[in-house]
């Protein structure tokens, strides 16, 4: 790893761990982190979990997985660019999306509208409750005891009701101060993998064309230099060449525009970080060229009506487990009926959100499907 900025987020400073442990050396603290969460369950169900295109409808489009490696190579990138600490931005992209939902951002939004009188759904609350709370690998803890540092780039937002029940982590929602550089960078770099590999797995599904992606300025230009380097390329690479230049411009301004920022507020310390206005950032003009493509994905993407369709689908499936375990908690595995009789419908979405597409899918068929009755 480069010599750190003293700005960056420093292992050896760590504001250290809710329950104190001994040093892990030769390992930092943030190297730590990083392999406790790969080793985690939640980690692996991430493989099963649906990014835009469900797990089974084809074997190349992202996951949760596959899209939380993405952001952990981007945001190192930048890391390593800025003087920032890799490992720590590396733990922080690997465990943004632990508290995620099956059937993604549809999921998340049943699921939130069934807690809707019990507090709410929140995927980036709920990472942090996955990591703080719900993993069970420690004899001495429940969760995974990371440092604060890799909390606090976990929770990237959070309403000010959550905050006051968070203690030091949710403080700066309450003070409206910034957290690390690397949990900024790391936010951006989520921005960067998934626009664009939703750009890649739009395309492969069909669902979007190049055609229509010509009309967004960002695509056009990139995709307009391959061809006039290599006139006679066509197919899957075209595609390609053109999303790894768009990530690479995305990169490199947003490390330039960064560091310039960084540089016009002479911040010397991470402390000096959090007291000062959000640092990481694209250009004005990169920004806008961004929610451009943003608002195209959205348009003709996410809301084409064959996603819809899935959407609604997978919306059915978590209101009816929802509505069922609910209503009958003796419909839940032993361990859970037993969390449920605690903590009622926490539980119940604790148990829901940890699914993965193909699990959620197998309990609603164990519960609803009448050819299941034997089974």
Do not use: W
């Amino acid at each position: 790893m480069t010599e750190l900025a003293p700005y960056a987020a420093h292992s050896s400073q760590t504001r250290g761990r809710t329950h104190p442990e001994a040093p892990a050396a030769p390992r930092s603290e943030f190297q730590r982190d990083r392999d406790r969460i790969i080793h985690s369950t939640g980690f692996r169900r991430l493989e099963y979990k649906t990014q835009v295109f469900v797990n089974h409808e084809g074997d190349l489009f992202r996951t949760r997985l596959t899209h939380s490696l993405e952001v952990a190579q981007i945001g190192r990138t930048i890391a390593r660019l800025l003087g920032l600490n890799e490992d720590l931005v590396e733990a922080v992209a690997l465990a943004h999306d632990l508290g995620h939902t099956p059937f993604g951002h549809a999921g998340q939004d049943a699921l939130n509208a069934c807690m809707k009188e019990h507090g709410g759904f929140e995927h980036n609350l709920q990472s942090l409750r996955v990591v703080d709370l719900l993993e069970e690998r420690y004899a001495e803890f429940d969760g995974l005891n990371l440092t604060f540092e890799a909390r606090e780039g976990i929770l990237k937002h959070c309403a000010l009701g959550n905050a006051e029940k968070l203690g030091a982590v949710g403080a700066r929602f309450l003070a409206r101060t910034q957290p690390s550089l690397e949990a900024q960078i790391t936010n951006l770099a989520d921005e960067i993998a998934y626009n664009n590999h939703d750009v890649d797995d739009g395309l492969r599904s069909g669902l979007i064309n190049i055609e229509q992606l010509m009309e967004v300025r960002l695509f056009a230009r990139h995709h307009d230099e391959v061809k006039a380097r290599y006139p006679a390329l066509n197919g899957r690479r075209i595609v390609t060449e053109t999303v790894r230049r768009i990530i690479n411009t995305l990169i490199l301004d947003l490390v330039a525009t960064t560091r310039s920022n960084i540089e016009t507020s002479a911040v010397g310390s991470i402390d000096d970080v959090r007291a000062t206005a959000p640092l990481a950032a694209f250009s004005e003009v990169l920004l806008d060229e961004h929610r451009e493509l943003k608002r195209f994905l959205h348009r003709h993407l996410y809301r084409h009506y064959k996603v819809a369709r899935m959407s609604a689908k997978a919306s059915r499936i978590i209101s009816d487990l929802y509505t069922a375990f609910i209503g009958d908690a003796r419909l839940l595995p032993p361990e859970h009926q037993a969390r449920e009789s605690l903590e009622g419908a926490r539980a119940v979405a604790d148990y829901i959100a940890g699914m993965t597409d193909r699990y959620a899918m197998r309990e609603h068929r164990r519960i609803f499907a009448v050819e299941e009755i034997c089974s």
